[in-house]
């Protein structure tokens, strides 16, 4: 059990909750997306691949290692296989501290990222930046965009290598030509809010037509 303000919850629990709430907003829909969650020190809850995830239960969870990724505790199910974003899950956890991620297959996420001028996108003049940890209504937030890649896995060199643009330190996104965003906080709470907020600014951009 972990605590939100004097609020217990289970992190599974929750995890699962979030699936169907983004499957809702058309988010993770058609067995896309995914999504992971720190549960204790070195253990990493992940979805599994493939599958609805309106429907993932806890016991459909994997529990990997933080760290190298090896699977600690599959789930009941045998024939369910890891998400194939663990990589780049672990990749963010381990160069900004994350706890959770999410992985989104928006279409207001790809349309986005077809306004992105060479490798990033600058979002501007709109108040829900604040919801960005040291951003404010008045900044130009760059948030960076790569290509996508044939296999998930592929893009982890990429996502590595635009976390240490220092461009792109406040950032909490990473958008994926003709793919999504990866979204991440601090703990699954902080996930969701960045989550909630980044798909209202790509949302409001791609309403702009890009226009400032």
């Given at each position: 059990m972990s605590t939100y303000g004097d609020t217990f919850f289970d992190v599974r629990e929750l995890l699962c909750e979030l699936l169907r709430l983004f499957y809702a907003k058309n988010w993770v829909s058609g067995t896309g997306g995914g999504i992971c969650a720190i549960e204790s020190p070195g253990r990493l809850l992940l979805a599994p691949?493939?599958?609805h995830k309106e429907r993932v239960t806890p016991d459909d969870l994997f529990v990997?290692?933080?760290s190298s990724g090896e699977v600690l505790e599959p789930p009941r199910n045998a024939n369910l296989r890891p998400s194939e974003c663990g990589e780049i899950f672990r990749a963010i956890i381990a160069?900004?501290?994350a706890g959770s991620v999410v992985h989104s297959h928006a279409l207001s996420a790809v349309l986005a990222c077809d306004l992105a001028a060479d490798d990033c996108l600058a979002i501007e003049k709109l108040e829900m930046l604040k919801g960005i940890p040291g951003v404010t209504n008045t900044d130009r937030h760059l948030m960076p965009v790569i290509s996508n890649?044939?296999?998930e896995p592929e893009l982890t060199s990429e996502v590595a290598r635009v976390l240490a643009d220092p461009r792109f330190?406040?950032?909490r996104?990473?958008?994926v030509r003709d793919h999504g965003a990866y979204l991440w906080g601090?703990?699954?709470w902080e996930a969701k809010k960045h989550t909630e907020v980044y798909h209202f600014l790509f949302?409001?951009?791609?309403a702009r037509g890009g226009r400032s």
């Open positions: 691949t493939g599958v990997v290692d933080t160069a900004r501290g890649t044939p296999r330190e406040k950032t996104s990473i958008g601090a703990d699954l949302e409001a951009l791609v």
